[in-house]
């Protein structure tokens, strides 16, 4: 049915019940050389049936025709979603009065032509509804890319709150989760640290029982010796004063013991900085090693400089620092004593105080094992040892070394396998 058919023409049915009516108007539009592609129709319900087909992009329709009329034909066109939207012009000799003109519109007419036709008015009329209607489907269009970008956009949204939330639960699982194992980390350390301590006031407990074992064997005899002398009649008033001041110094020695020990374990948890005197604080370190260090057999020698040093500190936690150098160095040289024969080895540890300017430098020396350079990278990791299970926990090293940088201070270590171990502690003096 098409009477001129071109790729991107508008299509336009024209539905007239004379022929004659359609030619006259197809001939106007051609006299403008306006290459519309046209249907045509001599009723309503064949007009119809061309929608089924064909979508127009306009259509021009005549008011009264036989079988269906132009109003009723709106009317079906209007119900059908295809169609509903193609702009109707009524082509009429009847618009004369307003109640008609209300019905077309009402029904859903977009124009109308009086007739007879008027060229200009029929021309800038089809013009003006097609060019309405491609800017119409360009506003669909767009607010059809609209909608479909917002409802891209909201499922994006929803999915971004989902996610949101399944990251935040994920997130405060994950921090429930850390705090948890943080907690017990902590509390395992804890653990640990206090048997490291233990261990340290074991040493204590050890080096007191034989301290105190020696000045109380001393009081005993003198006592059996006063006792003697008596029950002889032989006990001068000389004899006796000098006995009882020896007597007194033993008892004083025993009483500075526990002393000691008193203070070293009641002040293990508090955090007192003050004035420490190092050679002091090596005194009472040995005090408590040499009676186990002198069973084992192993040498100690001191060195330290003349006058008086001191650091700012917590004296109990270094006495603990030196106690741990002294237990390893205790333990390298028990490891080494089966690998090397006896009577080439003369078990020694050497401790020495020295002082520049500015720093005070504790060097603790031993003739034990030695550590391999690859270990002597680890040895101040907490839990580094290469001790057994029962033997070592692998906090000593890493403890020393937190209480040191405490004190501003440094600690390393130079050794040579098989030969020595020196451990270095270096404290700002004052
Ligand atoms: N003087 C030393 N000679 C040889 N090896 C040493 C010496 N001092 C430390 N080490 C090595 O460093 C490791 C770590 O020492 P650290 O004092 O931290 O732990 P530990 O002695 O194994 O156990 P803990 O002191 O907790 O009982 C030791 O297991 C040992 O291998
Ligand atoms: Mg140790």
């Known amino acids: 049915m098409a009477l001129n058919a071109c790729v991107m023409a508008e299509k336009i049915l024209i539905v007239d019940d ?125 607010s059809q890319k609209l909608e479909s970008e917002i409802s891209e956009r909201k499922k994006i949204e929803a999915k971004f709150v989902k996610v949101n939330k399944e990251l935040f639960e994920l997130n405060t699982d994950l921090e429930m989760r850390v705090i948890s194992e943080f907690r017990k980390i902590e509390k395992q350390q804890k653990l640990l640290i206090q048997k490291s301590k233990l261990e340290s006031l074991g040493i204590l407990a050890a080096g007191m029982a034989h301290e105190i074992n020696q000045p109380l064997t001393s009081i005993s005899m003198g006592l ?34 526990i002393q000691h020990v008193r203070q070293f374990s009641r002040n293990q948890n508090i955090e007192m900085f003050d004035k420490v005197d190092i050679k002091q604080v090596i005194s009472d370190a040995l005090m408590l090693m040499k009676a186990q260090l002198h069973d084992l057999n192993i040498e100690i020698a001191v060195s330290e400089s003349e006058s008086e040093v001191k650091t700012l500190g917590n004296r109990n936690k270094l006495e603990q620092v030196i106690i741990n150098m002294l237990s390893n160095s205790r333990d390298a040289i028990i490891k080494k004593e089966p690998l090397v024969s006896n009577l080439q080895f003369t078990k020694k540890i050497n401790i020495s105080l020295s002082v ?29 040892t290469s001790k057994s299970e029962k033997a070592g926990t692998g906090l000593g090293l890493s403890i020393s070394y937190g209480i040191v940088k405490d004190m501003k201070g440094e600690i390393f270590v130079e050794s040579e396998e098989m030969k020595y171990t020196k451990m270095i502690i270096e404290l700002p003096k004052i």
């Not at 979603?81 to 004369?96: F, W």
């Not at 209300?102 to 013009?127: H, M, N, Y």
């Not at 500015?358 to 990791?381: L, M, P, Y």
Request: glycine content about 4%; overall charge negative; aromatic content about 8%.
């Open 18 to 142: 004379l022929a004659v009516n359609i030619q006259i108007i197809i001939s106007i539009f051609e006299m403008h050389e306006l290459d519309y592609e046209f249907y045509q129709a001599t009723n309503g319900v064949l007009a119809f049936e061309i929608t089924k087909k064909v979508i127009p992009d306009l259509i021009i329709s005549d008011w009264d025709m036989p079988v269906l009329s132009g109003i009723e034909l709106i009317a079906l066109l209007k119900k059908e979603e295809s169609t509903k939207n193609i702009p109707i012009i009524i082509c009429t000799g009847k618009m004369t009065s307003s109640d008609n003109l209300q019905i077309a519109f009402d029904t859903g007419a977009a124009d109308f032509i009086r007739k007879p036709i008027d060229e200009v008015e029929l021309i800038s009329r089809v013009k003006n509804h097609l060019e309405l209607k491609i800017q119409r489907t360009k506003i669909e269009d767009y």
């Open 224 to 257: 059996e010796n006063i006792l003697l002398k008596n029950s002889l009649d032989k006990l001068s008033s000389n004899y006796l004063v000098n006995k009882l001041k020896s007597l007194f110094e033993d008892i004083e020695r025993i009483k500075r013991l």
């Open 356 to 384: 520049s300017e500015t720093v005070a430098r504790i060097e603790v020396t031993d003739n034990g094992v030695g550590i391999d350079a690859e270990s002597s990278k680890k040895i101040f990791d907490p839990f580094y």
